[in-house]
């Protein structure tokens, strides 16, 4: 079988699990967690974001920030929420926006993951991240 140049071929995207929290309560914190960009997402777009909690927040949303490179650089200009009595991110009433003019990641780069909002009444608790890249 003869396969094109390397430089031709399609690979256009990917996928990481960022981080898997245990079934502990979520604390209002910069660097929750962090995701180092390996070589082989040098160069790709953030283009999805979902996050999941094992126990849904009450009484209000739990929300989460990504910033790149330091909490200067925020890659979404909507934060990822999830409602109350919600685990999952998909089904907000207010979807996470990427901001396309800091989407972009190179190698080595570092991902901070920030939590700004817990819950009010029963914080949510565990926390995955699951962000997608793409090539422009």
Do not use: W
Request: glycine share 8%; net charge negative; hydrophobic share 40%.
């Amino acid at each position: 079988i003869r396969r094109p140049p390397r430089s031709t071929q399609g690979v256009s995207s990917a996928a990481s699990d960022v981080y898997k929290r245990q079934a502990t309560d979520l604390t209002v914190t910069d660097g929750l967690a962090y995701f180092h960009v390996p070589a082989g997402l040098n160069g790709m777009d953030l283009v999805e974001v979902h996050a999941e909690v094992f126990t849904a927040p009450a009484g209000s949303t739990a929300t989460f920030e990504l910033s790149k490179n330091g909490a200067s650089t925020q890659m979404l200009s909507t934060n990822i929420t999830i409602d109350a009595s919600e685990t999952g991110s998909d089904s907000a009433a207010t979807a996470a926006v990427i901001d396309t003019s800091n989407d972009n990641i190179a190698t080595n780069d570092l991902i901070q993951i920030n939590c700004t909002q817990i819950g009010s009444g029963t914080a949510g608790a565990g926390l995955l991240v699951t962000m997608g890249f793409r090539i422009p």
